[in-house]
């Protein structure tokens, strides 16, 4: 089973509706905020090169700044979710 990060803001809309879409589709994942913790937002931003999320690492490949729709569509392409 392929390791999922999300990295999240807390508030952020596009966060919440990534989080209920992985929750729906029964993918394990790990959340990491980074708007409290120094550590998530340094590897967010030396990962992605950016600082928005949601961000997706998916065992080292990176979907940065995307919402539900691209995440489906990553993850079907990536074999995780079926087609």
Sequence with gaps: MPHIIIYT?????????????????????????????????KELTDKSGQTKTPTLDVDGE?????????????LKKKGILAE
């Design 9 to 41: 803001k807390t508030g952020c809309p596009w966060c919440i509706e990534a989080l209920a879409f992985l929750n729906e589709k029964k993918v394990s994942y790990e959340e990491r905020e980074v708007r409290g913790n120094e550590v998530y937002f």
């Design 62 to 74: 990176i979907l940065a700044d995307t919402d539900a729709p691209a995440i489906e569509a990553f």
